[in-house]
C-alpha cells in the first residue's frame, strides 16, 4: 500500500514537472512573448499575425502550437479561419500565478510603432469590409437579418432587461447601429435622451426615417463609431448594442470606448448571438464574427473596467441562441 502511495506521488511530481517545463518553455522565447503581448485585447488569425510579426506562416504556427499546448492561448473557428486570444486563466490552473506574472510584466510593455500601424490596418479593413455589406444592402439588410432572428423573436426579454435596471425616463441612452430604427423607436417611447450612432450614412438615415414617422424628434443621429462619439463627448446611463458587436472590427475597443461614453454606474447591454459555425453569415449579413462566447464578453468587459450583472439566454428554432448581457460601470 505504502509503495502504491509512493509510485503514486512520483508519477504527480513527473507529470507536474513536465508540464511546468512546457509552460517555461513556452514563455522562454522573444517572439512567443511577443505573439502573447499583441493578443492581450485582441484575437488575431493566423495569417494577420503573419502580417504584425513579419513572419512565415509555418514558422508561426509552431509558436502558436507551444503555446496552445502550454495553455497560453486558444483557438475558436471563424469560418475558414482558426483565430487566437490569450487562454482565460482558471483558479484551477495550477501556473495560474507565473501566466498571471508574466502577462503583466508583458503588458507593460508597447506595442511596437510598426506592428501597431499594421494592427490599425488590419482593423480598418475589418471595419471596411463590414461598412461596405452595408453600403451595398441597406435596402434588403432587415431581410437578410431576419434569416437570422427577428426583432419580435426577443424584443419583449430586452425591454424586460432595461425594465429591470430601474432608470428614470430622464436617463441619456446610446443605441449603437440602430439599423432600420425599429428598436430605436421603441426607446424613443421609454427615454427623453437618445442618440443613434452608426458608420453607414444609408442605415442611419432610415433609423431617422422611423424616428421620424413615429413623430419622435428628441433622437439625436451621429454618423460614426464610438470613438467619433467619444470625441463628440456623448455620455451615457445606457448603452446598448443590439445585434451590432458581431458587425465591429475590433470588439475590445469597442468594450473600452464604452467604458469612457458610460456615466459612473451606467450599464452596457449586449444582445447578440452566441458562438456558432453558420459561415455562410459573413456574406449574407455582413458578420465578421460568427457570435461569441460568454468568456470573451466577459473577458473584453474586465478589461474596459465593467462588472459583469445580468444575463439572459435565448434559444431559436433554427439553432442559433441570443445572449442577452448586461455589465456595469462601477461607482467610484
Request: aromatic share 8%.
Amino acid at each position: 500500500m505504502a509503495t502504491a502511495t509512493l509510485k503514486s506521488s512520483d508519477m504527480e511530481i513527473s507529470s507536474f514537472v513536465e508540464d511546468l517545463t512546457r509552460v517555461q518553455k513556452a514563455l522562454a522565447d522573444s517572439l512567443r512573448l511577443q505573439i502573447l503581448r499583441l493578443l492581450k485585447n485582441e484575437s488575431f488569425g493566423v495569417l494577420e499575425l503573419c502580417r504584425i510579426l513579419d513572419i512565415r506562416q509555418s514558422a508561426l504556427s509552431h509558436h502558436l502550437k507551444v503555446l496552445s499546448t502550454a495553455r497560453l492561448v486558444s483557438t475558436r473557428r471563424e469560418g475558414n479561419s482558426i483565430f487566437y486570444r490569450r487562454a482565460f486563466l482558471a483558479d484551477e490552473d495550477k501556473f495560474r500565478d507565473i501566466k498571471r506574472s508574466t502577462f503583466d510584466v508583458i503588458d507593460n510593455f508597447p506595442v511596437p510603432d510598426k506592428q501597431a500601424q499594421k494592427i490599425k490596418q488590419i482593423q480598418l479593413e475589418r471595419a471596411e469590409l463590414s461598412l461596405s455589406f452595408f453600403n451595398r444592402n441597406s435596402d434588403k439588410f432587415k431581410e437578410q437579418q431576419g434569416l437570422i432572428v427577428e426583432h419580435g423573436d426577443y424584443s419583449a426579454s430586452v425591454h424586460d432587461i432595461i425594465d429591470n435596471l430601474g432608470m428614470s425616463s430622464n436617463a441619456s441612452v446610446l443605441e449603437v447601429g440602430p439599423g432600420e430604427g425599429e428598436f430605436l423607436v421603441e426607446l424613443a417611447e421609454k427615454f427623453k435622451t437618445l442618440y443613434a450612432l452608426d458608420n453607414s450614412k444609408d442605415m442611419l438615415e432610415k433609423s431617422h426615417d422611423a424616428a421620424h414617422a413615429a413623430q419622435h424628434s428628441h433622437v439625436s443621429f451621429v454618423l460614426g463609431d464610438t470613438g467619433v462619439a467619444r470625441n463628440k463627448n456623448i455620455s451615457a446611463d445606457l448603452i446598448i448594442f443590439n445585434m451590432v458587436l458581431h458587425h465591429i472590427s475590433s470588439p475590445a475597443k469597442t468594450f473600452k470606448d464604452s467604458s469612457q461614453l458610460l456615466n459612473e454606474s451606467g450599464y452596457l447591454l449586449i444582445i447578440d448571438l452566441g458562438s456558432h459555425d453558420q459561415d455562410w453569415v459573413r456574406e449574407s449579413c455582413g458578420d465578421l464574427w460568427l457570435g461569441f462566447d460568454n468568456e470573451d464578453l466577459d473577458y473584453w468587459a474586465n478589461k474596459a473596467g465593467l462588472t459583469t450583472e445580468q444575463s439572459s439566454y435565448l434559444g431559436l428554432r433554427n439553432g442559433f441562441q441570443i445572449q442577452m448581457r448586461v455589465f456595469k460601470k462601477p461607482a467610484r
